[in-house]
């Protein structure tokens, strides 16, 4: 085969062989780096395959290893080994580990999980500067925590899970003004929290579970941002911890919390899941948790809670499990959790309940007992359940959201699977499963904003949908309610029980993809909800019996029925178009979503190729993005994945974001040019022909401005905001990236534009991205003065 080469590809195989070398060249040291690292950890068989040879910055990553590279340097490195990994041997030491490990300075994640580490964690761990991610949980590291890590200002995730820390919660924590993410447990740490933990104003997910923390719990309550709090086994209380509002998993189980539940837990609107089990807490149990909208986990169980229960009482929905076990609750259990729905998980044992059988006490009991710890029973009011109407969200969860919370933060539901004799049948079933917030999730979330309040938005919290919901919604998917087939699959649009309306999006998957792999996925996509997008509403994964890979996965999104943007300026013959001051503010909201697409979510969302027809005017005339640069394939769902783990956009090339960013401004400038003119720009030739025209025309007299913009807005502009709008759209046409104006200089302009317009005719309309007026076009005439 060799002699059928010719002497050029010779050439061509001799030069590749040469950049290969030169490439390798670059990369000795920190290649060396690595074997010396894979000598240390005693060969472990995650790095079997790593030599001289490996080329580390194009291997393909995996769920064990991940070297990710950046300009010839490591930025990422992350060894999972197997779950219950030894010690290393006594040759091991760590401080020599750390010491070829700081070779690498560049590196913004690190993780080393179940890798038989030992010793104390060495101080030099802060020569890692630009570290950002740093998991090593679940190895054997000892010690306390060294204070050099407050010298990390850049951290914004920290794992230590799972090792034998021990001493006192340092103070210095609050040295970290970046950090969100904070997981400490099942370690031997002690003493009182530091009252410093209430200034980490970023801090999203505190897990502080499984130590030997005592004492009263620090005032959290200025921590907005704060979405799980996890205490679990530890000897903290008396009182009931003061967190936001927004808390999403508050887990306080086993503990040493005595007093009563605060009132403002009932108006704990994204509560999710609330566990207080095994605890000293006393007094009325507030029926109300039962129905908090977000509500699908409430354990009490372990406590010596009073009150009455009513077979009237209101629950959400979405419960999913409730533990009222081992308390002193007299009446009936409510109706609500006599459903039908195979998902709802009720245990009530060990109380006064009229229930007629001998899981539970006599009256007399529940009566003697509440006496014996100061509670008169018939003395207390009776509380009446309010009920709560709150439009919410998750960020982050989420899932936490999530959502937000995108991915969100959900309870792990039970999945009962039907024996069948024989061979597995091909059919898939839907999977009601969804995950907690995993060691994995926490090391590598990042959530929503404060951008993302949804409070306004009118917006249901993101949730997962079942199959048979969806189905119902669809008539099993009927023609009829077929919408479009895209690249990214088939959309339907559906309607829910109450009435309203939903799109949803069907994407086939590849067999290997299990829930787990898009949980980074389901994370962004649970954040992605906005005034100035059509937003996500929640998720259903549909699986294979046999393996329960994902067959399909379902995305639900609002509807938004009223046409594109294009239909309302420029389509020929509409019956209605919008004013000047209309398409002002339509142009504020699409400027807007994009900014929300930059700079709202974390990772950023750049490249989103938006053109016109991908923009919809809701009832309201409030122009919402339909089409933003999801990661649909696989590929794409690994390097949002690297994204979220690097710390968003910190972890790209800067240069190409910066180019990304300015992508989505040309992508505006087109939109923005056929608001302007009024007529459809499909080709590159026309889009040329209309930019020079406006180029012409911005320098020259009003006839001129008058004579390039839609007909249809004769006589209704102020000729000062013509001239902005054209101004900027030029701005955001040129053809170097660099030259193009950011986001929020178009924003502030376009704002300008309006406020010139509002004042030039006193306007009723609002130029806030809400506009309220629809004309009758005038007939359409060239009328070139």
Not at 357 to 362: E, M, N
Not at 677 to 705: C, F, H, K, Y
């Amino acid at each position: 085969m060799a002699k059928t080469f010719g002497h050029s590809a010779l050439l061509v195989l001799i030069f590749l062989s040469i950049l290969s070398e030169y490439s390798e060249q670059l990369q000795s040291s920190q290649v060396q780096t690595l074997l010396r690292l894979k000598h240390l950890l005693n060969s472990p068989a995650a790095l079997s395959s790593w030599t001289n040879d490996t080329d580390f910055c194009n291997t393909e990553p995996s769920p064990s290893v991940t070297v990710v590279c950046y300009d010839k340097s490591i930025t990422q490195l992350l060894i999972i080994g197997e779950k219950g990994t030894p010690p290393l041997p006594r040759s091991f030491s760590i401080d020599s580990f750390f010491t070829t490990l700081v070779k690498i300075p560049t590196l913004k994640v690190l993780t080393l999980v179940s890798l038989g580490l030992w010793g104390p964690l060495p101080g030099k761990i802060a020569r890692l500067s630009s570290l950002e991610i740093f998991n090593v949980s679940s190895n054997f590291i000892n010690g306390a925590i060294p204070q050099e890590i407050s010298s990390l200002t850049n951290i914004q995730t920290l794992i230590l899970d799972d090792n034998m820390f021990n001493g006192q919660l340092p103070h210095w924590l609050s040295s970290l003004s970046v950090l969100s993410v904070l997981s400490l447990k099942s370690n031997s740490l002690e003493g009182v929290l530091p009252e410093s933990l209430g200034s980490l104003e970023n801090l999203r997910i505190l897990d502080l579970s499984h130590n030997h923390f005592l004492g009263q719990v620090p005032d959290l309550s200025s921590l907005t941002s704060l979405q799980v709090l996890d205490l679990e086994n530890n000897s903290l209380g008396p009182q009931f911890p003061r967190v936001n509002k927004k808390i999403v998993f508050l887990v306080l189980r086993n503990n040493k919390f005595s007093s009563g539940i605060p009132s403002e837990v009932s108006s704990y609107y994204q509560l999710q899941k609330l566990d207080i089990s095994l605890n000293r807490f006393v007094g009325p149990f507030p029926p109300s948790l039962l129905g908090l909208p977000s509500i699908t986990f409430l354990s009490i169980s372990g406590n010596r809670f009073t009150g009455m229960l009513f077979e009237n009482l209101s629950c959400n929905s979405g419960l999913e499990y409730v533990d009222l076990s081992s308390n002193l609750l007299t009446g009936k259990l409510p109706d609500c959790f006599q459903s039908d729905s195979k998902d709802l998980t009720v245990l009530y044992f060990g109380n006064c309940l009229n229930m007629g059988d001998k899981s539970q006490h006599p009256f007399s009991f529940c009566r003697n007992e509440a006496l014996a710890v100061g509670i008169l029973p018939h003395r207390r009011k009776r509380e009446q359940t309010s009920k709560i109407v709150l439009a919410v969200s998750i960020s982050g969860g989420i899932i936490g959201g999530i959502a937000l919370v995108g991915l969100a933060f959900l309870i792990a539901r039970r999945v009962h699977l039907k024996q069948t004799r024989g061979l597995v049948p091909p059919r898939s079933i839907a999977e009601s499963a969804s995950t907690g917030y995993s060691s994995k999730l926490m090391s590598e979330a990042r959530y929503a904003s404060q951008a993302t309040r949804l409070g306004a938005l009118g917006l249901p919290a993101y949730r997962m949908f079942s199959l048979e919901e969806l189905e119902e919604a669809t008539d099993s998917f009927d023609t009829s309610t077929f919408l479009d087939q895209g690249s990214h699959g088939q959309m339907y649009r559906g309607r829910m029980k109450d009435g309203s309306f939903v799109a949803i999006r069907c994407l086939k998957m590849k067999r290997s993809q299990t829930t787990q792999s898009f949980m980074h996925y389901i994370e962004l996509i649970s954040k992605l909800r906005h005034r100035h997008l059509v937003s996500a509403l929640g998720h259903c994964f549909e699986c294979y019996l046999d393996d329960s890979s994902v067959s399909r996965l379902f995305l639900v999104f609002e509807f938004v029925p009223n046409r594109t943007l294009r239909s309302w300026v420029s389509k020929r013959g509409a019956r209605r178009t919008l004013t000047w001051a209309q398409r002002i503010a339509a142009a504020i909201g699409v400027a807007k979503g994009i900014q929300f697409l930059h700079t709202g979510i974390v990772p950023s969302v750049f490249a989103n190729n938006l053109k016109i027809i991908d923009v919809f005017l809701d009832q309201n005339l409030v122009a919402k993005i339909s089409s933003y640069n999801l990661p649909f394939l696989a590929e794409s769902m690994r390097q949002v994945g690297e994204q979220i783990s690097s710390g968003g956009s910190k972890g790209l090339d800067k240069a190409r974001v910066k180019h990304e960013e300015k992508s989505d401004v040309y992508d505006f400038g087109v939109i923005l040019l056929e608001i302007i003119m009024g007529r459809p720009l499909d080709s590159t030739d026309e889009l040329d022909v209309e930019r020079d025209l406006l180029q012409r025309v911005i320098t020259a007299d009003n006839a001129a401005r008058r004579s390039a913009i839609d007909p249809a807005i004769h006589n209704g502009y102020a000729d000062e905001s013509v001239k902005t709008m054209m101004e900027i759209c030029i701005r955001c046409l040129v053809k170097d990236p660099g030259d193009r104006p950011s986001i929020e200089d178009v924003l502030w302009n376009l704002q300008f534009a309006a406020q010139v317009q509002d004042a030039w005719h006193g306007d009723t309309q609002s130029s806030d991205g809400s506009p309220i007026l629809l004309v009758q076009p005038p007939r359409r005439q060239r009328n070139l003065q």
